[in-house]
């Protein structure tokens, strides 16, 4: 397949409906952006439609094939092909003359939105299914290599024996000024989201339960299940599920530079101890950008989590500035997890209590749109 306006038009086509998924897995199909998105999105097909009348894709590990060629690599065709894989699906054809309601009925189930109806072929989009893999099997499709499948078999039980032995080791490595080693946190991810795939929202009850004094190893880890959580609600799977996942577990990397004794202190800061405690972001991004294998998404996160989504946090942003989508998500998840968490001068507050203050600073702390995601998902497991 030599057809650059056809690749062309495939990839367009995809990205435009990833991101109607995205958004009727957050809002419903009833939504009147979700109405738009779908509308580019089949207006997309359709173009692409007239420059062949049939296209078929293969899924094959993680890859899209279409007349025995791999499409060109790219973020979006890697979370399309992810997404066939997850619904068991190895091959999917359009037709010319495909109507809008098709695609909506198509896109509703991708969604997985409730009532949605089982994911299956219809006259002009025709789904071919495979066996699905048991679970565990998945590894290989994070793009983590043969680390994850060594990891497949973590249990969720076993992940915060896991995952505060590997952090510590990291964190004590950091505190002892030795550069910092990405494999481990790099697993620890893994099975973080590995664990999400099979367990669910139950993950989220894991996290809910700590309340313990280790609070720089698992606070970290909480605001990664949190906001891995979050991310996959909005669609977004892949490398880049990893990527965010680290990139939420070392958001508070720069305050192994900040004294112990202002870490600690039971106190309300002095301002002299509240400045040096606010350069831990410039600080978390500096030592981030510096570190090999560590994506530069994590040290945006570090450096941008404090920013407030009206820019009035800090560090000082220019005007203009856009917050990265995983600065924001981990925003939302490190205040959830600070205030829900029993520490040395804090009991944990009350679910409704932490839900009102969300919700409060919306607007201007943080993302309306995201809050309102993030109480929906939390309140299915009751907990809001």
Same mark, same amino acid.
């Given at each position: 397949?030599?057809?650059?306006?056809?690749?062309?038009?495939?990839?367009?086509?995809?990205?435009?409906?990833?991101?109607?998924?995205?958004?009727?897995?957050?809002?419903?199909?009833?939504?009147?952006?979700?109405?738009?998105?779908?509308?580019?999105?089949?207006?997309s097909?359709?173009?692409t439609?007239?420059?062949?009348?049939?296209i078929?894709?293969?899924?094959?590990?993680?890859?899209?094939?279409?007349?025995?060629?791999?499409?060109?690599?790219s973020?979006?065709? +890697?979370?399309?092909?992810?997404?066939?894989?997850?619904?068991?699906?190895?091959?999917?054809?359009?037709?010319?003359?495909?109507?809008?309601?098709?695609?909506?009925?198509?896109?509703?189930?991708?969604?997985?939105?409730?009532?949605?109806?089982?994911?299956?072929?219809?006259?002009?989009?025709?789904?071919?299914?495979? =066996?699905?893999?048991?679970?565990?099997? =998945?590894?290989?499709?994070?793009?983590?290599? +043969?680390?994850?499948?060594?990891?497949?078999?973590?249990?969720?039980?076993?992940?915060?024996?896991?995952?505060?032995?590997?952090?510590?080791?990291?964190?004590e490595?950091?505190?002892?000024?030795?550069?910092l080693?990405?494999?481990?946190?790099?697993?620890?991810?893994?099975?973080?989201?590995?664990?999400?795939?099979?367990?669910?929202?139950?993950?989220?009850?894991?996290?809910?339960?700590?309340?313990?004094?280790?609070?720089?190893?698992?606070?970290?880890?909480?605001?990664?299940?949190?906001?891995?959580?979050?991310?996959?609600?909005?669609?977004?799977?892949?490398?880049?599920?990893?990527?965010?996942?680290?990139?939420?577990?070392?958001?508070?990397?720069g305050k192994?530079?900040?004294?112990?004794?202002?870490?600690?202190?039971?106190?309300?800061?002095?301002?002299?101890?509240?400045?040096?405690?606010?350069?831990?972001?410039?600080?978390?991004?500096?030592?981030?950008?510096?570190?090999?294998?560590?994506?530069?998404?994590?040290a945006?996160?570090?450096?941008?989590?404090?920013m407030?989504?009206?820019?009035?946090?800090?560090?000082?942003?220019?005007?203009?500035?856009?917050?990265?989508?995983?600065?924001?998500?981990?925003?939302?998840?490190?205040?959830?997890?600070?205030?829900?968490?029993?520490?040395?001068?804090? =009991?944990p507050?009350?679910?409704?209590?932490?839900?009102?203050?969300?919700?409060?600073?919306?607007?201007?702390?943080?993302?309306?749109?995201?809050?309102?995601?993030?109480?929906?998902?939390?309140?299915?497991?009751?907990?809001?």
């Amino acid at each position: 397949m030599n057809d650059g306006a056809l690749i062309h038009g495939i990839h367009d086509f995809i990205r435009h409906l990833l991101s109607a998924v995205a958004a009727a897995g957050l809002y419903g199909m009833d939504h009147r952006q979700v109405a738009h998105l779908t509308e580019v999105a089949h207006s997309s097909l359709v173009s692409t439609l007239s420059i062949r009348p049939d296209i078929a894709m293969l899924e094959v590990d993680g890859e899209l094939i279409i007349d025995n060629e791999p499409l060109p690599f790219s973020m979006v065709m +890697d979370r399309f092909a992810l997404y066939l894989r997850e619904n068991g699906i190895g091959h999917l054809r359009f037709l010319a003359g495909v109507p809008r309601s098709e695609l909506d009925l198509f896109i509703e189930a991708l969604a997985r939105q409730p009532g949605a109806p089982e994911l299956g072929s219809s006259e002009h989009i025709r789904v071919g299914r495979v =066996e699905m893999p048991e679970l565990g099997d =998945e590894a290989g499709s994070l793009g983590a290599g +043969d680390k994850a499948a060594v990891t497949a078999n973590v249990t969720l039980k076993d992940l915060p024996a896991v995952e505060l032995t590997r952090f510590t080791e990291v964190y004590e490595a950091v505190k002892r000024k030795e550069r910092l080693k990405p494999s481990g946190i790099a697993a620890t991810v893994t099975e973080l989201v590995m664990a999400f795939k099979r367990e669910g929202e139950s993950i989220l009850v894991l996290s809910a339960l700590r309340e313990k004094d280790e609070y720089s190893f698992t606070h970290a880890a909480n605001v990664c299940i949190l906001t891995i959580a979050q991310a996959t609600s909005l669609g977004i799977q892949g490398q880049l599920l990893n990527d965010i996942g680290m990139a939420a577990m070392l958001h508070d990397i720069g305050k192994m530079f900040v004294p112990d004794e202002i870490l600690t202190k039971e106190e309300k800061l002095t301002t002299e101890e509240f400045e040096l405690m606010k350069l831990h972001p410039v600080k978390g991004g500096r030592y981030l950008l510096g570190t090999a294998g560590i994506p530069r998404l994590a040290a945006i996160v570090a450096y941008e989590h404090h920013m407030r989504d009206d820019l009035s946090g800090y560090p000082a942003a220019p005007y203009g500035w856009k917050l990265n989508l995983a600065s924001q998500l981990t925003s939302i998840a490190d205040v959830f997890d600070a205030m829900r968490t029993r520490r040395s001068y804090q =009991e944990p507050h009350p679910p409704r209590q932490i839900a009102n203050l969300l919700l409060s600073k919306s607007g201007t702390e943080f993302n309306p749109l995201l809050v309102r995601n993030f109480l929906h998902m939390m309140s299915r497991l009751k907990k809001l």
